[in-house]
């Protein structure tokens, strides 16, 4: 096997990706040397639209602006090379055997197209049609009077008014005053395009909220969000399948885009639909060009509306020792593709030494690069496991990103068959982003870079589940694999490999893939809390640490956000406050280990010194349920926390098998062993919450409904596991202790739409008054303390919903996981997001129904690279 490419002497004289081309070519940059290869267009003229208002902070023009000196270019958005339909399914239920891809598709499901009928899926989307409302479980509720002129006291500015003329409570006068004219002073308002959904209720509301208000126009953006995107896929199509449509929503927006795909997803190299396979000579270089080829065209579809619109392809060295291609999009060059060119499995789950799977393991020394007929980079080359973990993280050098996506590393197996639920090109190219991006947090400085969140995405699974996105949702996803998958077969790019993927063609949506889009963790909304000070604690995951902000008093300055000790922190922070006032931060850690069979993934905690005390203790562990990552690839839930009437503290994760596990702590502060407590089929992560009588409550979600356990009494051992009988839901659940009961909210599949119900325990579990909440579309988790219900809503908006028969209203602020709020004294509510540009920001409301959110407040400074 070649050591390299044939002139290249070899890692340790490797230049990382900027070092070398003359003063004011792009590789006057970190790494990037000047375009080499054919090239496709004019050189781009510098990238001003998206930061021409950024002011003096923003960074430099992106690559292929001809301007890049110095600053990093944007990061490039990429494709995921990858194993389409024809070896994506493998175990998944309803599927055929996984193969290469030759052959037909897997997902032979109720509903999928086949090459004789069109998908009847797509009949629908076309024309927009909904599935029916739930008529039985929906309250339609009457415009009143009083809500008629509670909109008209919005409309004019006065509907902070209390129209019942209370008074502050006495001794409280004061503060009350002073807490009203914060909330009514906070003046910015930052952020890009939205993609959170934000509603406001009553409680004494909930029994009538299921009218449908209409939706009401977009607030004005006040300033340019300056967050830059980096995705990070296996195959040209995981990103189009999987990451949208947030992927959309981020170059719709503005956003500097850039995707890295690690394998060149030359597949078998037959580029052909089903019935043409057996006659069409395999020829992997073309095929993995006509891939490149589909994927240039739906990037540049989804940020002009033209597929045709120019690229620049240059190559460029790799600090791994290869080369690699960088594509800039010369109508919007924040716009960029990276493709890395390694060789794929050709399987999802069968043994294939030569592939990620096989360098991770140690199977293979070293993993050969497979060219696509076009690319630019003509220099054979290999990487060994070192290489590729130095190559991704000189990609994050380059564009210093704030946001990165990436695949599921711990997907899990099918416990049936035990064959993984995901492409192992997929995980195990997870795997390496996790790697680089240790490597990259530990090896650049904070003065060197600016911090960054990372967001991990469901891959093939994602058809097992409910779908999370509405038609006309679904639609746009499915618009951009029908570009991507060529479908009208016009040489638009002027190529003789062709120009998309022929094997998507007969089902361009997949296993349902284009109808749903799932979160692989960062889904808590806990992450905010309150103190008894009336100050507020937020807990995010920044560069692989748990960042800190914390705001002292009702009214105080924010400080942070300050990263705790401890690296190799996943996506999502789960917080709780103990009987005697500390907090307690809990997620899970992923280490490495020496060996490829060390890798791990474990429940973590770290509890606050003292109440209200900036300092906390060292991370403690918990340990896993599943202790062998080959069992089930180390796939474990975040741990949801909750204390009961007794100040009893429980952790709770899903396990690898889809069951109940937990951990519960003596009054000594030991904790017990990990306790399954049954269930089958759960999946995302569970919830908990402890009700009116102090009894804890803890709920899971399936593939059909939800799942629940309650305990006898406090301080008692959960019960067993108990149907609820709610309907399916999108996956993820949030629970919050009111009302005497713990009050659900979730998702309503196929609609976004929000959905909620009372779960009482006098009896058993019992599930009370489902009711939609309607007019929400969107997906992932919402977020519900006092008045206050938050989430994203379709087309990445957040708006906000005052009260029964009020509009919609949106200001715009993309954010990465999800939302959280949380009541701050009596009479306040106060609801974050942490921004695509890695970014802390907070609003605050009144916890009364006639109430509005104050504008958003960023917290500390811009997050851009030091200079």
């Known amino acids: 096997m070649p050591s390299a490419y044939p002139s290249h002497p070899?890692?340790?004289?490797?230049?990382?990706?900027?070092?070398?081309?003359?003063?004011?070519?792009?590789?006057?940059?970190?790494?990037?040397?000047?375009?080499?290869?054919?090239?496709a267009g004019p050189t781009a003229p510098p990238h001003t639209g998206a930061w021409a208002a950024a002011g003096p902070d923003a960074p430099s023009a992106?690559?292929?602006?001809?301007?890049?000196?110095?600053?990093?270019?944007?990061?490039?958005?990429?494709?995921?090379?990858?194993?389409?339909?024809?070896?994506?399914?493998?175990?998944?239920?309803?599927?055929?055997?996984?193969?290469?891809?030759?052959?037909?598709?897997?997902?032979?499901?109720?509903?999928?197209?086949?090459?004789?009928?069109?998908?009847?899926?797509?009949?629908?989307?076309?024309?927009?049609?909904?599935?029916?409302?739930?008529?039985?479980?929906?309250?339609?509720?009457?415009?009143?009077?009083?809500?008629?002129?509670?909109?008209?006291?919005?409309?004019?500015?006065?509907?902070?008014?209390?129209?019942?003329?209370?008074?502050?409570?006495?001794?409280?006068?004061?503060?009350?005053?002073?807490?009203?004219?914060?909330?009514?002073?906070?003046?910015?308002?930052?952020?890009?395009?939205?993609?959170?959904?934000?509603?406001?209720?009553?409680?004494?509301?909930?029994?009538?909220?299921?009218?449908?208000?209409?939706?009401?126009?977009?607030?004005?953006?006040?300033?340019?969000?300056?967050?830059?995107?980096?995705?990070?896929?296996?195959?040209?199509?995981?990103?189009?399948?999987?990451?949208?449509?947030?992927?959309?929503?981020?170059?719709?927006?503005?956003?500097p885009v850039t995707t890295v795909y690690l394998t060149a997803g030359e597949a078998d190299g037959i580029n052909a639909t089903e019935g043409k396979q057996a006659s069409t000579p395999p020829n992997k270089p073309?095929?993995?060009?006509?891939?490149?080829?589909?994927?240039?065209?739906?990037?540049?579809?989804?940020?002009?509306?033209?597929?045709?619109?120019?690229?620049?392809?240059?190559?460029?060295?790799?600090?791994?020792?290869?080369?690699?291609?960088?594509?800039?999009?010369?109508?919007?060059?924040?716009?960029?593709?990276?493709?890395?060119?390694?060789?794929?499995?050709?399987?999802?789950?069968?043994?294939?030494?030569?592939?990620?799977?096989?360098?991770w393991?140690?199977?293979?020394?070293?993993?050969?690069?497979?060219?696509?007929?076009?690319?630019?980079?003509?220099?054979?080359?290999?990487?060994?496991?070192?290489?590729?973990?130095?190559?991704?993280?000189?990609?994050?050098?380059?564009?210093?990103?704030?946001?990165?996506?990436?695949?599921?590393p711990t997907p899990g197996r099918f416990p049936d068959t035990k064959r993984y639920t995901d492409h192992q090109d997929h995980f195990y190219g997870a795997r390496f982003v996790q790697a680089a991006l240790a490597a990259y947090a530990k090896?650049?400085?904070?003065?060197?870079?600016?911090?960054?969140?990372?967001?991990?995405?469901?891959?093939?699974?994602?058809?097992?589940?409910?779908?999370?996105?509405?038609?006309?949702?679904?639609?746009?996803?499915?618009?951009?694999?029908?570009?991507?998958?060529?479908?009208?077969?016009?040489?638009?790019?002027g190529s003789d490999a062709g120009c998309g993927d022929l094997k998507v063609a007969d089902h361009p949506a997949g296993n349902g893939w284009t109808s749903t889009v799932n979160y692989a963790r960062g889904t808590s909304t806990s992450w905010l809390t309150s103190d008894k000070e009336h100050g507020l604690w937020a807990f995010k995951v920044l560069d692989g640490q748990v960042a800190v902000w914390h705001r002292s008093?009702?009214?105080?300055?924010?400080?942070?956000?300050?990263?705790?000790p401890g690296t190799g922190m996943d996506p999502g922070v789960s917080t709780v406050t103990l009987p005697d006032g500390r907090i307690a931060a809990f997620g899970t850690r992923t280490s490495f280990g020496a060996r490829p069979t060390d890798y791990r993934r474990e429940v973590v905690y770290a509890v606050q010194k003292g109440p209200g005390a900036p300092e906390f203790g060292d991370w403690q562990s918990l340990g896993t349920p599943e202790t062998v990552d080959e069992n089930?690839?180390?796939?474990?839930?975040?741990?949801a926390v909750s204390v009961d009437g007794t100040g009893q503290l429980a952790a709770y994760v899903r396990d690898g098998a889809g069951g109940l596990r937990g951990r519960v702590q003596a009054a000594n502060g030991s904790w017990g062993p990990w306790v399954q407590y049954g269930g089958t089929d759960l999946h995302g992560t569970p919830a908990t919450a402890t009700d009116g009588a102090g009894r804890r409550m803890v709920f899971a979600a399936t593939t059909k409904s939800v799942l629940g356990w309650v305990q006898p009494k406090p301080g008692a051992p959960l019960g067993p596991a108990?149907?609820?009988?709610?309907?399916?839901?999108?996956?993820?659940?949030?629970?919050?202790?009111?009302?005497?009961?713990?009050?659900?909210?979730?998702?309503?599949?196929?609609?976004?739409?929000?959905?909620?119900?009372?779960?009482?325990?006098?009896?058993?579990?019992?599930?009370n008054g489902l009711t939609d909440l309607g007019g929400l579309q969107g997906f992932g988790a919402v977020t519900a303390s006092g008045h206050v219900l938050a989430g994203r809503s379709a087309g990445g908006r957040l708006g906000s919903d005052l009260g029964s028969g009020r509009p919609w209203e949106r200001s715009p602020l993309m954010f990465v996981g999800a939302p959280s709020a949380t009541t701050t004294g009596k009479d306040m509510v106060s609801l974050a997001v942490v921004g695509l540009d890695a970014r802390l920001y907070v609003t605050s409301s009144a916890d009364d129904a006639n109430a509005h959110l104050a504008p958003w407040l960023p917290v500390g400074p811009r997050n851009v690279t030091p200079r």
Not at 25 to 39: K, L
Not at 737 to 746: M, T
Request: net charge positive.
């Open 10 to 39: 070899g890692p340790s004289s490797a230049q990382p990706w900027p070092q070398g081309g003359p003063a004011g070519s792009p590789a006057a940059g970190p790494g990037w040397e000047p375009a080499v290869g054919p090239a």
């Open 553 to 564: 008093g009702p009214i105080g300055a924010w400080s942070g956000p300050r990263l705790l």
């Open 286 to 359: 073309a095929y993995a060009e006509a891939r490149q080829n589909g994927i240039r065209a739906a990037y540049a579809k989804m940020a002009t509306g033209d597929r045709a619109s120019a690229w620049k392809r240059t190559v460029v060295p790799t600090k791994g020792g290869g080369h690699a291609e960088v594509d800039v999009l010369l109508a919007k060059p924040e716009v960029n593709l990276v493709w890395l060119q390694m060789r794929e499995a050709g399987t999802v789950y069968d043994s294939a030494p030569d592939s990620l799977h096989g360098l």
């Open 632 to 639: 089930w690839t180390s796939d474990i839930s975040a741990p």
């Open 722 to 767: 108990t149907a609820t009988g709610l309907p399916d839901t999108t996956l993820p659940l949030t629970a919050e202790g009111r009302e005497g009961g713990v009050r659900l909210w979730f998702r309503k599949p196929g609609s976004g739409n929000v959905r909620t119900a009372l779960v009482t325990g006098d009896g058993g579990l019992k599930a």
């Open 62 to 255: 992106p690559p292929g602006s001809g301007t890049w000196r110095g600053a990093p270019p944007h990061a490039p958005a990429p494709a995921a090379p990858g194993a389409p339909l024809h070896d994506h399914r493998g175990g998944i239920p309803g599927a055929v055997p996984a193969r290469t891809r030759s052959g037909p598709p897997p997902h032979a499901v109720p509903g999928t197209a086949t090459a004789d009928a069109p998908d009847p899926r797509r009949a629908a989307l076309r024309t927009g049609t909904a599935e029916p409302a739930d008529t039985a479980d929906t309250a339609d509720t009457a415009d009143t009077a009083g809500s008629r002129s509670r909109r008209a006291a919005l409309r004019t500015g006065t509907a902070d008014a209390d129209p019942g003329g209370r008074r502050p409570g006495r001794g409280g006068a004061g503060r009350a005053r002073k807490r009203a004219r914060v909330v009514k002073g906070v003046a910015f308002c930052a952020a890009a395009v939205a993609s959170c959904m934000l509603v406001l209720r009553a409680n004494e509301a909930l029994g009538g909220i299921g009218h449908r208000p209409t939706a009401a126009p977009a607030a004005p953006v006040d300033a340019p969000d300056p967050g830059r995107v980096l995705q990070i896929v296996a195959h040209p199509d995981d990103d189009l399948y999987f990451m949208n449509p947030d992927l959309r929503y981020s170059i719709a927006s503005g956003h």
């Open 361 to 408: 393991d140690g199977k293979v020394a070293r993993l050969e690069s497979v060219l696509a007929s076009g690319t630019p980079a003509k220099q054979r080359f290999s990487y060994s496991k070192e290489q590729v973990v130095q190559t991704i993280t000189g990609v994050l050098e380059q564009y210093k990103p704030t946001t990165v996506r990436a695949q599921d």
């Open 443 to 493: 090896d650049v400085g904070p003065e060197q870079r600016p911090h960054f969140a990372v967001q991990n995405y469901v891959g093939y699974f994602n058809g097992s589940l409910p779908r999370a996105l509405d038609p006309d949702e679904a639609k746009e996803k499915l618009d951009i694999l029908d570009t991507y998958a060529w479908l009208d077969k016009q040489n638009h790019c």
